[in-house]
C-alpha cells in the first residue's frame, strides 16, 4: 500500500490560445494566479509546486481547475519527489543568458527543513 504521505509535485502544464486580447489576458491572469498560488514557472507553459502530501493533489487539482481559462488545454500531473530527483536537465551553450534563467525558480518557496 502506498503510503498518503509522500512528498511530491504537482505539474501544471498548458497550452492555450492567445489570438485575440481576451485569449491573452485570460493567460496572463492564469500564469499570475499559478505564482500566487505558490507555483513557480518550470518554463513558460510549466509551473510546478511542492506537495507535502498526496492527499493535497485533490485541493490544489480543484484549485487550478477554479483558474483555468475558458479556453486551451491544461494537464496537471504529480510526481514524488523520487520520480523528479531521476529526471536529467539539458541545457544548451549560451541558456545562462536568455531572459527566461532568471525567471525559472525566481518564485520557488524556500527550502523548509522539519526535523
Avoid: H
Avoid at 507555483?39 to 509546486?49: A, D, E, H, P, W
Avoid at 483555468?68 to 523520487?82: H, K
Avoid at 529526471?87 to 536568455?98: G, R
Amino acid at each position: 500500500m502506498r503510503s498518503k504521505y509522500r512528498m511530491g509535485w504537482l505539474f501544471v502544464c498548458f497550452d492555450l490560445p492567445v489570438i485575440d486580447k481576451e485569449e491573452l489576458r485570460q493567460a496572463n491572469a492564469f500564469r499570475k494566479a499559478l505564482l500566487k498560488m505558490g507555483y513557480f514557472m518550470l518554463q513558460n507553459s510549466i509551473y510546478v509546486r511542492s506537495c507535502v502530501t498526496y492527499d493535497k493533489t485533490e485541493q490544489f487539482i480543484r484549485n487550478v481547475k477554479l483558474i483555468a481559462p475558458t479556453t486551451g488545454s491544461v494537464n496537471v500531473f504529480y510526481l514524488t519527489d523520487r520520480q523528479w530527483s531521476l529526471s536529467v536537465c539539458i541545457e544548451k551553450t549560451n541558456y545562462n543568458k536568455s531572459k527566461y534563467k532568471t525567471k525559472i525558480g525566481e518564485n520557488a518557496p524556500k527550502q523548509m527543513t522539519f526535523w
